[in-house]
């Protein structure tokens, strides 16, 4: 059995890896602003086999809170086996052109709160020397495009910021991985046009999983996003700034 913490716990992705995680009869502690969706949430868990399921109400963006989130957190679980960091918002690219405050606003929640709670629960962690550090990144992070910088300059800031979180605690015995999934129907992206490159919430929550139990370090979901990607990050500037993306 695993204790594991979710934030951003009600999010597409989160609410379906949660449940592979409750059927394997893990426990879980839930963390998600809408304290009507994580109770939801909490009973959909039960019946699918946790343990245990517990629900914690917090913005992220309350960022002054982060460090009672831990301590909460060690005294339901005691020591955490997984965190999966989950949450983030699809940020409308020429509204945060328009906009500092609300650039700032998107660079708040996609990047800034994330780093909060990672150097929050590192210290939790460090002090264990075991367990895994999980957290959703994107494949935007890889390049900045046009269509959407804002997000992408949020999620390479992320991965980033844990590969250095992993070259510090991978002596430690800690595993962190770094999730960058591609398209996914999800209600983020429901005014997207769809096509064969498009997965549901469903599969990138397996692949997760796996990644978890094997101690990846990053995955690409599905996997063939790594060489959609490598592809993309070899183009040359000169070419690339030309670029419809």
């Not at 934030?7 to 009507?36: C, H, K, Y």
């Not at 002054?64 to 679980?77: D, M």
């Not at 962190?176 to 490159?197: A, E, H, Y």
Request: charged fraction near 20%.
């Amino acid at each position: 059995m695993r204790k594991v913490v979710i934030i951003g716990a009600t999010s597409a992705i989160a609410r379906e890896t949660a449940r592979l995680f409750a059927a394997a009869g893990d426990q879980l502690l839930l963390v998600a602003r809408d304290p009507q969706r994580l109770g939801a949430l909490c009973d959909d868990l039960i019946v699918r086999g946790a343990k245990a399921a517990h629900s914690c109400v917090l913005d992220v963006n309350a960022l002054e809170r982060h460090t009672a989130l831990v301590q909460s957190t060690t005294e339901s679980l005691g020591e955490i086996d997984v965190l999966l960091v989950a949450h983030g918002t699809l940020p409308d690219q020429r509204g945060c052109e328009a906009s500092v405050d609300e650039t700032l606003g998107e660079l708040t929640t996609n990047f800034t709160s994330v780093v909060s709670l990672l150097t929050v629960f590192a210290k939790q962690f460090e002090a264990q020397g075991s367990g895994v550090i999980a957290v959703l990144s994107s494949v935007a992070g890889d390049r900045g495009r046009q269509s959407n910088y804002v997000y992408g300059a949020a999620k390479g800031g992320v991965s980033v910021f844990m590969q250095g979180l992993r070259n510090r605690l991978a002596p430690l015995g800690v595993t962190v991985t770094t999730i960058k999934p591609g398209f996914v129907d999800t209600p983020m992206t429901r005014d997207f046009d769809k096509g064969p490159l498009w997965v549901g919430p469903d599969v990138v929550a397996r692949g997760i999983v796996k990644a978890l139990e094997s101690n990846k370090d990053v995955v690409y979901l599905p996997w063939f996003w790594r060489w959609i990607m490598l592809v993309i990050r070899l183009i040359p500037e000169r070419v690339f700034k030309r670029m419809k993306l």
